[in-house]
């Protein structure tokens, strides 16, 4: 079946420490993105990637790093100098074309040891 | 002017009723209007979305109403089921490239 995955499923971090979270996608999507969700907040967006080689900051990307090498693989790092890192992370891709709808991966919930 | 505000934040219905949810946006360049669902420890789901040419669009018990003189839009949910418990996220869509607007969010409880 066609999808995103998302890995792992539950990610705990020491302090000062970085963490990468997995997306990938065999949905054949041009673009991808990130979003972290927290309660009563809806979703935010921190990165964001049309095509492969290139992203672009979304409204939250401080403390957060992301590549883009592969059409398939959007990988998210977390990293030490995001202060609040505690959060449910949700990857998503589509097909690229404005009004195309974006489908999401079931996400990684990270927390603070 | 960015932002979408969703409202209620939380709503309880029976069994049988309508659930009504509500969205407006003051960003007049957004033009793709969709509704997600999300299940606890799952990523929200493409439920039904508008554009701000049509007025009403209906899939099955979901039906969205968009007044763009008003700048708001709603999820109707007919005959809302225990099933249907949940979150409901509104969204908007604009001239960047792909990114979307979410609202804040609604969780729904259907009572048998």
């Known amino acids: 079946d066609g999808g995103i995955t998302q890995s792992p499923k539950y990610l705990f971090r020491k302090e000062g420490q970085n963490v990468t979270l997995s997306c990938e996608q065999n949905?054949?999507?041009?673009?991808m993105y990130w979003y972290r969700q927290d309660p009563g907040q809806g979703l935010r967006l921190i990165y964001y990637?049309?095509?492969?080689?290139?992203?672009q900051k979304g409204d939250i990307a401080e403390g957060y790093s992301v590549s883009r090498e592969k059409k398939e693989s959007f990988p998210l790092t977390v990293t030490s100098a995001q202060k609040n890192p505690t959060a449910f992370y949700l990857c998503a891709s589509s097909m690229g074309q404005k009004n195309q709808p974006q489908h999401f991966g079931d996400g990684t919930r990270l927390s603070i040891l | 002017q960015q932002q979408v505000k969703q409202s209620p934040q939380s709503l309880i219905v029976q069994k049988g009723g309508i659930s009504i949810i509500n969205c407006a946006y003051e960003?007049?360049?957004?033009?793709?209007f969709p509704w997600y669902q999300q299940f606890p420890g799952k990523g929200p789901a493409l439920l039904i979305a508008i554009r701000p040419d049509v007025s009403e669009k209906k899939e099955g018990r979901f039906t969205i109403s968009f007044n763009k003189s008003a700048k708001q839009f709603s999820l109707h949910i007919m005959d809302s089921q225990p099933g249907d418990s949940a979150t409901y996220f509104c969204a908007a869509r604009g001239t960047s490239y792909g990114k979307l607007t979410f609202g804040q969010g609604t969780i729904l409880t259907v009572h048998p």
């Open positions: 990637s049309q095509i492969v080689n290139d992203f």
């Open positions: 949905l054949n999507h041009d673009a």
């Open positions: 960003n007049t360049a957004f033009d793709y």
